[in-house]
């Protein structure tokens, strides 16, 4: 079957699917928007007060995102608060990726220019504000001198300047040239919260409609002329080398034009996709494995076992937890969490077009300055010689807080004349991830009075942060690591944490949605339901009492109780677990109610999270997070696991790297707390969520405390309701 070139996905899934069986394509699809980049961000005959705002002659407000859009909605989100503070048209608001600057555009938590750890909201917020209400006193400043009035007599709304007493209006188009000419002022006051217009309100996604109608581009669909298609192969064996490859079936297939040796990877470049692919499968390849041929799970579990068992470097400790763990029945416990992988909707690709001098990228990536000096490493030129345009990702989770997928594509543009286009098929994308670590964790804890009374947590496992952010390691402690679990929700006298560095042999790891915080909300809102059975208590009472001095999180708690209907009668072999988490600024209770079968099998009926993260800037955006995450967090608690065996990643694709299915879907409520106090990060703390309320759950409806993940349907075929 041919496929025209201008075939979009909208006219695919209406005609070609619709149609009949579709069979491979021999011409390559073009996006459905075919143009290589978007606009250059351009100040010429514009208003452009600062990094964010650009106006023009017509009043048409240009909006430049320094954050990435992923599918969390932060274009809106981010729009939104600018829009607020300098009183723009919502109507007339366009919106542009910032270009890779991170003097401009850098993430003020992270100083790099990065979008990840439901940063955006938190980090922006204060600048974004101060960057509008600034814009929109320097237009009152100049209808003010236009008017000869006092510009306190002037007000601001919907992208017009109003004179009150004369009633005079000039639009913020027509004021653009002269408001360049003033001098922008400092410390303008920000809009009072009972002032906002939009913050607060469900706005529409400004990134939904292109979405639907099929004119969204990501990086996948970039195209930009004469330019071929390659996809990949890399040693199955972390660290292994090309052998001998045997090409020469390869090159007889119709549309390969070139074959790439390097020292770990062979590459198929085509006229497209399919002739790329079906020469990589024509290809055979042996390959010098390396000392990690002979790598496995057990190993990889002992040697983390083993680490466990040290001393680790103290993050906090308050009281006498030594004293306190020997004064009354000490009750102990570990958790361990498995490797995972990002699996996004989008595989890993770049295009790339390498010349002598110079290098273009077109990709979706979440760390763009460091893909251009990566990149230029790797082309061997300097930065400034060195473009990516970014588009949306098809998803993101951490995995495109990595380079290396740039990199692997520049290093095969170099070697092709033209333009090239790199795709990873989707099992190449899985067995060479960048891998949320495994994690094991030791609690011991005592009770006293029915409070837990002494509380001893190590964690141990990769520090990220070490290889992403060295600043952000210091004195032997991840900050991530120990995340949520040094600023766990109880108030508990003796408390002390520590932690284990251990870094697993040859597997890369990385950020991975959540990635501390999801490994210890997990082990510590476990352990905290098997004290509560050990104290006789209600697991939301034993919480209650010990929240006195925390009232953000008793009030979502006990809300969260409420709209699950926490206590009333259930069926047999059914359960309600509840989790109370801090994460990313946000206070968060979340109740799943699941149901196990008498094979172990987990019917998820019911989610309800309620949350308190602050001002909300779009409701309806934090509770689709909200979902979106519970779906990601209760999948990995239900299928995730990457496995090892002979050097080798043994999950491959969604047969075996399970989803979520449509019809396992729980029911979910999301509850938003109206609040006043900053806002907090929301796009990973659902997916934190999600797996222990599920895990005590099925404590509840089946007595067995699982310490693992993912369940193990073995140990609760055998379980019986408590």
Request: charged fraction near 20%; proline fraction near 6%.
């Amino acid at each position: 079957m041919n496929a025209p070139d201008n075939l979009s996905r909208r006219a695919l899934l209406t005609g070609g699917l619709a149609g009949g069986f579709l069979l491979a394509f021999h011409l390559p699809l073009r996006a459905a928007v075919n143009e290589p980049v978007q606009p250059k961000d351009t100040t010429d005959g514009k208003f452009a007060p600062n990094a964010f705002i650009r106006i023009d002659a017509e009043g048409a407000t240009t909006l430049v995102m320094p954050q990435v859009e992923m599918g969390q909605g932060i274009y809106t989100a981010i729009s939104m608060i600018l829009a607020e503070e300098l009183d723009a048209d919502w109507s007339k608001v366009q919106l542009l990726h910032a270009p890779a600057n991170e003097k401009l555009y850098g993430n003020p938590l992270f100083i790099i220019q990065a979008t990840g750890g439901s940063s955006s909201v938190r980090a922006f917020w204060k600048p974004l504000r101060e960057a509008g209400a600034s814009a929109r006193a320097m237009l009152v400043q100049a209808a003010a001198a236009q008017w000869s009035v006092d510009a306190a007599s002037c007000t601001t709304s919907k992208g017009v300047v109003t004179h009150q007493a004369s009633g005079r209006t000039l639009a913020y188009g027509a004021l653009a040239a002269a408001a360049s000419g003033q001098t922008p002022p400092k410390n303008v006051p920000l809009k009072d919260p009972k002032d906002f217009v939009y913050i607060g309100q469900p706005l529409k996604r400004l990134d939904t409609p292109e979405k639907v109608n099929g004119k969204a581009v990501y990086g996948i669909d970039a195209m930009v002329p004469g330019m071929k298609f390659a996809t990949l192969a890399q040693c199955p064996v972390f660290g292994g080398k090309v052998g001998k490859v045997d090409d020469r079936a390869a090159k007889k297939i119709p549309g390969v034009r070139q074959i790439v040796v390097l020292d770990d990877l062979v590459a198929v470049v085509g006229d497209h996709m399919w002739a790329a692919k079906k020469g990589l499968d024509a290809i055979d390849i042996e390959w010098n494995e390396g000392p990690h041929a002979k790598l496995n799970s057990k190993a990889i579990w002992d040697d983390l076992r083993a680490a466990s068992a040290r001393d680790g470097v103290v993050a906090k400790s308050t009281g006498d937890v030594i004293n306190g763990l020997a004064a009354g029945e000490k009750f102990e416990a570990s958790f361990e969490l498995p490797f995972l992988a990002h699996a996004t909707m989008e595989p890993l690709n770049a295009t790339v077009h390498c010349k002598p001098d110079s290098c273009e990228i077109w990709t979706g990536t979440q760390i763009m300055a460091r893909v251009q000096s990566e990149a230029a490493k790797a082309a061997g030129l300097p930065v400034e010689k060195v473009t990516v345009n970014n588009h949306l990702l098809g998803g993101g989770f951490g995995r495109k807080l990595e380079p290396d997928m740039v990199v692997t594509a520049v290093r095969i543009a170099k070697q092709v004349d033209g333009p090239v286009k790199v795709v990873w098929t989707r099992e190449e994308d899985i067995q060479h991830d960048i891998y949320r670590p495994v994690y094991r964790d030791t609690i011991a804890a005592t009770l006293s009075g029915g409070k837990i009374a002494s509380w001893k947590y190590k964690i141990a496992g990769a520090a990220i942060l070490a290889r992403w952010l060295p600043p952000a390691f210091q004195k032997g402690i991840d900050i991530d690591a120990v995340d949520s679990a040094v600023d766990m929700p109880y108030e508990i006298p003796n408390f002390h944490v520590e932690y284990v560095r251990a870094e697993p042999p040859a597997i890369p790891t990385g950020f991975w949605r959540g990635v501390g915080p999801n490994n210890n909300v997990f082990a510590v809102e476990s352990f905290v339901d098997e004290l509560a059975r050990k104290a006789g208590k209600d697991p939301v009472e034993f919480r209650r009492g010990m929240l006195a001095n925390s009232p953000r999180f008793l009030s979502v708690l006990n809300l969260a109780a409420e709209k699950s209907g926490w206590g009333q009668p259930l069926p047999a072999r059914v359960g309600r677990g509840v989790c109370l988490q801090p994460s990313f600024g946000s206070f968060i209770a979340t109740v799943v109610e699941a149901e196990v079968d008498e094979q172990g099998e987990v019917n998820l009926r019911r989610a309800t999270s309620v949350v308190d993260t602050g001002i909300a800037i779009n409701p309806d955006t934090i509770a689709a997070q909200l979902e979106g995450g519970l779906v990601f967090g209760l999948t990995a608690a239900l299928y995730g696991e990457v496995t090892i065996d002979r050097g080798r990643v043994q999950q491959s694709n969604f047969h075996d790297y399970r989803m979520l299915r449509i019809n396992q879907m729980p029911r979910i409520e999301v509850h938003v707390v109206r609040s006043g106090e900053a806002p907090g990060g929301i796009g990973e703390t659902g997916t934190t969520a999600g797996p222990p309320a599920l895990r005590n759950a099925i404590y509840a409806a089946t007595g067995v405390a699982l310490r693992r993940l993912p369940i193990d349907r073995k140990l609760l075929a055998a379980g019986r309701k408590a």
